[in-house]
């Protein structure tokens, strides 16, 4: 079934608690384990249908945010997911306590039995309209951003696909297209300021209410980090700070020299070579036909999964007005399918959208039968690795997309993921002293955010745009908003996928197999536990980050970038 028949129907809160309760009884009264399990199953068809029309109303309704219908469905849902979560707590609370607890772990995986916990800590009716304004008040920025109408050079671009024109070969065009970005930004700073203000005070009352000393400790129940902590991610930072920043510093001092100039200007920032950055040779059909081949090549249930989003249609690629920006990976479970949504813009990262997001959407393809479904994805941190790495294993078609780029499109992909480290850890830092210190305003936050950009990014040049430095870059992170603390995930991701790349580099022969080991492991371990399982190293265990960085650098000491 294609995805355009899909259908979405409104779900009916009144006959959704009332089967709920009805079935929460059954769990209550259950004499046997049999007649406990039936009533378990039951109430996770009836949630995950729940959510099935959730995620097909997200879908349609970020591919088009003007479309009045499911702009309209996603109000509905910004008040109702809070009360799903109530609806779903009452299974999580007799499920934990129930008398068959442990029988039931026998049959389904701990990690069932974390979320649930962690959901009940996370919720209580008290804080449902708290809720209910967090979601409204990030659907008023995610709106703010996909609204954009940006006049340039005769043509009106959004956010999005305003990006291809940034990283132009013409310096006039990408210091224009720049400066049009963030002028948008700036003609709305004073909204996204009071946007964030609202967020992180509604925030924070929701993790006081719920009895957590301040929204950090609330952000990690929620992110359900399991095996770590706010230390570890302390540490991890300082580890980043010690071992990547100086790799990454010697990248951007190889760009200078590249480009012969002394600082890097923010429009040269994303600007690798005088002879311009990578670009894919073809259009958005062609490189899906060369992605298809490519997942065929690779491996055949690879081949087998990309055949089922291209038949059902269930990717939407290409920036259009309207149009939310970004690009993720969901899942619908009454179809078993994943989707994949982003924003073509004629850049290099059109075809890591084609293996990013195809490596999110392989990994919930492969666990999509995982019952109970809160199974199916592992948690955030763990889902990017599937993604990451995929980026890599995909490094042997890239001439087929890049062609004679292809040399640049490997320095510049590695060097990305280098450079991206230090970025992720601002991101996460930046997250951290705003919850820490709730009562910031909004200029004091700008200027945590450029002393820490200071820190983790120092090669930054804004003399350009003096917007961006009073500290305001952190506006087009949209996970900031949206998902608090979702970002330091992908750093430790990609140092897991780093050293998949390292195997690769070594002609591993069992690289792949330990991939799909864990794509089809879906969330019944937690992170560690699923790194080790791809017989990887722990990113927080002492001497990975040196370890990665050294032999990374050693592959640069070969390479003479001035000849790409």
């Known amino acids: 079934m294609k995805f355009k028949d899909y259908k979405y129907e409104r779900t009916n809160f009144d006959t959704l608690k009332s089967e709920i309760d009805k079935l929460v009884e059954q769990l209550k009264h259950a004499d046997t384990y049999e007649v406990f399990k039936t009533a378990f199953d039951k109430a996770d068809e009836v949630l ?144 996204i300021d009071d946007i964030y203000d609202r967020l992180v005070k509604v925030r924070t009352k929701i993790a006081k209410e719920l009895g957590f000393n301040n929204f950090i400790e609330l952000g990690y129940v929620r992110m359900n980090r399991f095996d770590y902590n706010a230390d570890d991610v302390a540490t991890y930072r300082k580890q980043i700070l010690s071992d990547v920043v100086p790799v990454a510093t010697r990248l951007y001092d190889a760009q200078k020299k590249r480009l012969g100039v002394d600082t890097l200007a923010v429009y040269n920032n994303g600007y690798e070579f005088t002879t311009g950055n990578p670009t894919p040779k073809y259009d958005k059909d062609q490189m899906v036909k060369i992605a298809q081949n490519m997942y065929h090549e690779l491996s055949e249930p690879t081949g087998e999964f990309f055949d089922y989003m291209v038949n059902n249609e269930l990717l939407d690629l290409v920036a259009k007005p309207g149009k939310r920006g970004g690009g993720y990976c969901t899942f619908i479970s009454d179809y078993a399918s994943p989707f994949i949504f982003s924003n073509f813009n004629g850049t290099a990262g059109d075809v890591d959208v084609l293996t990013h997001e195809a490596g999110h959407a392989f990994q919930v393809y492969s666990s999509r039968n995982i019952k109970p479904s809160d199974c ?118 990609q140092v897991v996928a780093l050293q998949f790349w390292l195997r690769l580099q070594n002609k591993d022969a069992n690289a792949f197999a330990d991939y799909y080991e864990i794509c089809k492991l879906g969330g019944t371990l937690p992170f560690r536990q699923i790194v080790a399982k791809a017989n990887l190293k722990d990113p927080f265990s002492e001497g990975c980050l040196a370890d990665v960085m050294d032999k990374i650098s050693q592959y640069y000491d070969t390479i003479d970038d001035t000849k790409l």
Do not use: C
């Open 48 to 191: 995950s249908h729940a959510e099935s029309m959730y995620s097909l109303m997200h879908v349609r309704h970020t591919i088009d945010t003007t479309d009045a219908f499911y702009d309209a469905e996603n109000t509905f849902w910004d008040e109702h997911i809070p009360i799903l979560m109530g609806i779903s707590s009452k299974i999580s609370k007799i499920v934990l306590d129930s008398p068959f607890r442990s029988e039931l772990e026998k049959d389904v995986p701990m990690t069932y039995f974390w979320k649930a916990e962690n959901a009940l800590k996370s919720y209580d009716e008290k804080v449902v309209g708290d809720l209910q304004e967090e979601n409204r008040l990030v659907s008023e920025y995610e709106k703010l951003i996909a609204k954009a109408q940006i006049e340039f050079e005769g043509e009106t671009y959004t956010l999005a696909s305003l990006g291809g024109k940034m990283d132009d070969p013409d310096v006039a065009t990408r210091e224009g297209a720049h400066k049009a970005y963030w002028g948008y930004m700036e003609e709305h700073e004073s909204e």
């Open 376 to 493: 199916i994805w592992p948690t955030y941190e763990s889902a990017e690795i599937h993604s990451m790495s995929m980026e890599f294993f995909a490094w042997p078609w890239m001439p087929k997309f890049f062609e004679e780029d292809v040399e640049k499109y490997y320095y510049t992909h590695l060097g990305g993921a280098i450079k991206f480290l230090p970025y992720g850890i601002t991101v996460d830092h930046f997250q951290h002293e705003v919850y820490a210190n709730p009562e910031m305003t909004p200029a004091e936050r700008k200027t945590t955010w450029r002393k820490l950009e200071k820190q983790y990014l120092p090669h930054k040049d804004y003399s350009d745009i003096p917007f961006l430095d009073k500290g305001t870059w952190w506006f087009r992170q949209a996970h900031i908003f949206s998902d608090p603390f979702y970002y330091v995930d992908y750093t430790l991701a």
